[in-house]
């Protein structure tokens, strides 16, 4: 019987690992468009959305299944309930791509950054994407190490979201209000799925530890 | 102590959940009059009161894994408990957001932050977006799936607004510059989300009592 349990744990974290994986490649996906003006790729993006969502049912029917049959304690209890909140970050992460996806679609065929903040998106999205495939291995291996990591990780975005600001708010910014007001909500997608991330992580840390890390600045 | 039975631990989730709903209520109420009047004061106010906010949702997570552990419910007491713990997060989150309205007032002041022409447009979104974490509170403590049903009906006039404040940005005559573009697009942002949550909130509850999801339903 115990195997089994094991088993339907391991599972459960496979899934919520099977979607970070899923949802960084929706963000690497939705940055290129963006970048690269792709609305192919876009389209791409906002159709397979419906995969993280499932993927997400999926996880939490497990989670349900854990805790109706094996009523779990103790650390075992807390991985469950860990699972279903982070089911809930991640998914929020593969609509914050969507966003992404989104408003490169909707510019289309005018690209939607000027050429001189592309970069900064470009390294968003690099930041944005080795966070979410960090936060996966997390929840595979539960190294705390790793888990720490993510928060560097994290203040990095940071640094990039408020330096895009700087330039917005810059005298010589010759674009405009409308660029300013997509480039301003773009950088907050990016840095809200940097949060989801992290918060991924943490959880995890308090599943090993029995202690949340230090409060998320939001 | 043997911990109190399950039936008055979903009441106490239901009436913590209600309360942490009114408090956000509460707060964003308070962050838009700061907001449309450049009150500074309020504005600290409701940056010190989210830890409130916080407090609760950690009580909601304490007392849920207190039902797990001791009365393993199964069927629909398990969803409520579930749910419970995801509506806290997502109520939390409203707090987060009328925190960060306050914020704006804060780091603005002296100045206002939003131009005489489009305050009526956010004191409209403030009073849709209160009044739906007011009835989200309802949803939450009566567990009424009719009532619950409403929300995303309201939050179609939260939608409107914010389409029609992305429009007045993007207009080629906006005429006050991109850092207050960008605090109007940011805030506009930030009550579209929270009108989402309460959404949320409410769909939750549905899924508590019936089990499936509300577009499932016949309401």
């Given at each position: 019987m115990r195997d089994v349990y094991q088993e339907q744990l391991d599972e459960l974290a496979g899934a919520l690992?099977?979607?970070?994986?899923?949802?960084?490649?929706?963000?690497?996906?939705?940055?290129?468009?963006?970048?690269?003006?792709?609305?192919?790729?876009?389209?791409?993006v906002i159709s397979e959305d419906v995969r993280v969502d499932e993927i997400r049912a999926s996880a939490e029917e497990k989670a349900f299944a854990l805790l109706a049959l094996q009523a779990p304690v103790a650390t075992d209890l807390r991985i469950v309930v860990s699972a279903i909140h982070g089911a809930g970050d991640i998914e929020r992460m593969g609509d914050l791509a969507l966003h992404v996806a989104q408003a490169a679609r909707r510019r289309h065929p005018h690209p939607v950054l000027p050429a001189e903040v592309a970069p900064y998106f470009a390294e968003m999205g690099k930041v944005g994407v080795e966070l979410a495939l960090k936060a996966g291995n997390v929840i595979r291996t539960r190294d705390l190490a790793r888990a720490a990591e993510l928060e560097k990780d994290d203040d990095a975005?940071?640094?990039?979201?408020?330096?895009?600001?700087?330039?917005?708010?810059?005298?010589?910014?010759?674009?405009?209000?409308?660029?300013?007001?997509?480039?301003?909500?773009?950088?907050?997608?990016?840095?809200?799925?940097?949060?989801?991330?992290?918060?991924v992580a943490r959880r995890i840390v308090y599943v090993v530890t029995g202690q949340m890390p230090g409060p998320l600045t939001v | 102590m043997p911990p109190p039975p399950l039936p008055q631990q979903l009441v106490e989730l239901s009436e913590l959940i209600g309360r942490m709903c009114t408090a956000a209520a509460g707060a964003l109420n308070r962050a838009t009059a700061a907001l449309l009047e450049s009150r500074e004061r309020l504005a600290v106010q409701v940056v010190a009161g989210d830890e409130v906010i916080d407090l609760l949702r950690a009580q909601v997570e304490e007392l849920a894994g207190d039902a797990l552990l001791f009365h393993s419910p199964v069927a629909g007491d398990l969803?409520?408990?579930?749910?419970?713990?995801?509506?806290?997060?997502?109520?939390?989150?409203?707090?987060?957001?009328?925190?960060?309205?306050?914020?704006?007032?804060?780091?603005?002041?002296?100045?206002?932050?939003?131009?005489?022409?489009?305050?009526?447009?956010?004191?409209e979104m403030g009073k849709v977006a209160v009044h739906l974490a007011l009835k989200a509170?309802?949803?939450?403590?009566?567990?009424?799936?009719?009532?619950?049903?409403?929300?995303?009906?309201?939050?179609?006039?939260?939608?409107?607004?914010?389409?029609?404040?992305?429009?007045?940005?993007?207009?080629e005559r906006w005429p006050h510059g991109v850092r207050t573009a960008v605090d109007v697009t940011l805030l506009a942002r930030y009550y579209e989300r929270f009108a989402d949550h309460a959404v949320?909130?409410?769909?939750?509850?549905?899924?508590?009592?019936?089990?499936?999801?509300?577009?499932?339903l016949p309401i």
């Open positions: 690992a099977c979607m970070c994986t899923q949802v960084a490649d929706a963000m690497r996906k939705a940055t290129r468009a963006l970048l690269e003006v792709d609305l192919q790729l876009a389209e791409e975005m940071d640094d990039l979201h408020r330096h895009m600001f700087t330039v917005l708010m810059d005298r010589n910014w010759s674009h405009g209000v409308g660029p300013a007001v997509d480039i301003t909500l773009l950088a907050r997608f990016y840095e809200r799925y940097a949060d989801h991330a992290v918060a | 969803r409520a408990v579930v749910s419970a713990i995801r509506t806290a997060g997502d109520v939390e989150r409203m707090g987060d957001l009328a925190l960060h309205v306050a914020e704006v007032v804060r780091m603005r002041h002296p100045e206002p932050a939003l131009p005489p022409e489009v305050r009526p447009a956010f004191a509170a309802e949803v939450a403590r009566t567990r009424n799936v009719v009532l619950a049903a409403e929300l995303d009906t309201d939050d179609d006039a939260m939608d409107v607004l914010h389409r029609e404040m992305m429009e007045v940005l993007m207009d949320v909130v409410a769909r939750e509850t549905v899924y508590a009592v019936t089990g499936q999801e509300p577009d499932a």
